[in-house]
């Protein structure tokens, strides 16, 4: 492999965890894993982290529902309860 060939692939998967780590602390997501995950893999990590759902949204939308009188049908983790 040319020399030029291995320092561009390294920059850009360089770019890439530091964009996956920033995408996925906005998450609030594990920033270290997904760093990980863009070193590793480059622009598929970048694609992965910009692909995750937000925590804080999640979350958002979860307390409107319940606010706006949402009862789950199970428990949390989705086990049935055995009573009924």
Not at 50 to 60: E, S
Request: contains cysteine.
């Amino acid at each position: 492999m040319e020399w030029k060939l291995v320092i561009m692939i390294l920059v850009s998967h360089l770019a890439s965890a530091f964009f996956s780590k920033t995408l996925a602390g906005q998450k609030a997501r594990n920033s270290k894993k997904w760093f990980l995950a863009g070193l590793i893999f480059g622009p598929l990590g970048l694609i992965g982290a910009a692909g995750l759902a937000d925590r804080h949204q999640i979350v958002y939308l979860r307390y409107l529902a319940e606010h706006a009188g949402y009862q789950p049908r199970h428990a949390c983790g989705g086990k049935q309860d055995s009573n009924s």
